[in-house]
C-alpha cells in the first residue's frame, strides 16, 4: 500500500500532535488517556475534514475544477474546512446547508461554522430537514454547469473513498508517532458521523496490521446503520487501496448510546465533557461530534469498561468553532464570572 500514488495537496500542519492527558486521566482514575490532536490541523480554526481534502481537492484541481460544491448540516465543521480549502487554491465554494436541529438561535443559525463560511467567500444556500443532501446537491451543480462552470462536488463529510485516504494516512502517521514515544495503544476512540474518518483509520491500521481496536461514538444514525455505513466504506476505500479484502465486519465498532435526542443536539454529558476537556486540559470539544465521543469515553471509564493500565488515544477531531453557534446551550449568560472563595 502506497498512499503516495494518491493526488495529494500538502496542506494540513502534519503531524497532528499526540499529547498525555495528565489531568484528565488523574480525574476518571482509570486508564492512561492521550490525544491526537486533529483539531490542529492548520486550516481555518482545524479538524479531520482537512486530511480528507487534501485527496479530495487534489482531485479537484486535476480534473480542471473552478467550482467546488458540498453540502452538509448549518454548523458544518466539513462546509467550513472545505471552503476555507478552496479559498487557499482560489477556486470558488458554494454550500448547501441542511436545518436539521430546527433551531432558531441567531447564534446557531449565523456564527460560528457559518460566520466563517462566509469570512472564507463561500455562498450557500438552506434546506429544510430530511432532504437527500447529496441529490439536492447534484441538481444545484447541474444548474452551475448548465451555465458553464467546471463544478467539482463533494459529498457530506467529504466520506468517499478518496476523502477516507486521509485518515489511512492519518492512522499510518499515529501509529508511527506511538512507536517513536514507546506508547502501546490499547484502543483508539473516537467521534464518527458520515463514517470517512472511522473508515480510512479502520483500513490504515489493517493494512499496517497494527492490531488496535477502534470505537467510534456515533452522532446521529442507530448502531446498525453507522457500522453498515463505516463497512461499506471502509471496503470500498481498501479496493481503492489495491488491497481488497483486508477489512472484515467485526472490524467495525460503534456506540450510538450518546446520541441523545438527535443529531446537533447536545445532551448533559457532552457538555460535562467539553467543560471537562476545557477546564482540565485547555482542549476546546464541540457540541454536535467530539464533545459527544468524549462523552462516550468518559463513561466507559466510570463504568469500568475501559480500566485501569489501558492506554487510550482518544482521536480529536475538531469542531471548537461550532462552540460560538452553541453558546446558549451553556447558560453562562446568567451566571456570575467565578470569584476566588475568601
Ligand atoms: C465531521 C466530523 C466528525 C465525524 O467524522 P466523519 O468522518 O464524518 O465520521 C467528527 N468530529 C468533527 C468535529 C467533525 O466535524
Not at 65 to 94: E, M
Not at 134 to 161: C, H, Q, W
Amino acid at each position: 500500500m502506497h498512499l503516495a500514488r494518491f493526488p495529494r495537496l500538502r496542506l494540513a500542519h502534519l503531524p497532528t500532535p499526540l499529547e498525555p492527558m495528565k489531568r484528565l486521566s488523574r480525574e476518571l482514575g482509570g486508564p492512561e488517556i492521550w490525544i491526537k490532536r486533529d483539531d490542529c490541523t492548520g486550516l481555518s480554526t482545524g479538524g479531520n475534514k482537512t486530511r480528507k481534502l487534501e485527496f479530495l481537492m487534489a482531485e479537484a484541481e486535476a480534473e480542471g475544477a473552478d467550482l467546488v460544491i458540498t453540502q452538509g448540516a448549518t454548523q458544518s465543521n466539513h462546509a467550513r474546512q472545505t471552503a476555507a480549502f478552496a479559498a487557499k487554491l482560489g477556486v470558488d465554494c458554494h454550500i448547501l446547508l441542511e436545518d436539521r436541529t430546527g433551531s432558531t438561535d441567531p447564534n446557531y443559525n449565523e456564527n460560528g461554522n457559518v460566520f466563517l463560511d462566509h469570512l472564507h467567500g463561500a455562498t450557500a444556500e438552506k434546506r429544510g430537514p430530511g432532504l437527500d443532501m447529496n441529490a439536492e446537491m447534484l441538481a444545484v451543480a447541474d444548474g452551475f454547469r448548465d451555465g458553464g462552470r467546471k463544478v467539482y462536488t463533494i459529498p457530506g463529510g467529504g466520506s468517499n473513498p478518496t476523502g477516507a485516504l486521509g485518515y489511512v494516512n492519518c492512522a499510518f502517521e499515529l501509529v508511527h508517532q506511538a512507536n517513536d514515544v514507546g506508547l502501546v495503544i490499547d484502543r483508539i476512540v473516537h467521534a464518527t458521523g458520515s463514517a470517512g474518518t472511522q473508515a480510512g483509520m479502520i483500513v490504515g491500521l489493517k493494512a499496517i496490521n497494527a492490531n488496535i481496536p477502534l470505537l467510534g461514538f456515533g452522532v446521529r444514525a442507530p448502531q446498525p446503520k453507522q457500522e453498515e455505513n463505516v463497512y461499506n466504506l471502509a471496503v470500498q476505500t481498501a479496493e481503492k487501496l489495491g488491497s481488497p479484502g483486508i477489512v472484515r465486519r467485526e472490524d467495525v465498532v460503534a456506540n450510538t448510546d450518546y446520541v441523545g435526542e438527535g443529531y446537533g443536539i447536545p445532551t448533559e454529558g457532552t457538555l460535562e465533557a467539553i467543560e471537562m476537556f476545557a477546564q482540565l486540559e485547555g482542549i476546546l470539544l464541540d457540541p454536535v461530534y467530539s464533545g459527544k465521543g468524549a462523552a462516550g469515553l468518559i463513561d466507559f471509564i466510570r463504568k469500568g469498561r475501559f480500566k485501569e493500565g489501558e492506554k487510550i488515544v482518544f482521536l480529536h477531531t475538531g469542531g471548537a468553532a461550532a462552540l460560538f453557534g452553541y453558546t446558549a446551550a451553556f447558560n453562562y449568560g446568567d451566571r456570575p464570572l467565578a470569584v476566588a472563595a475568601e
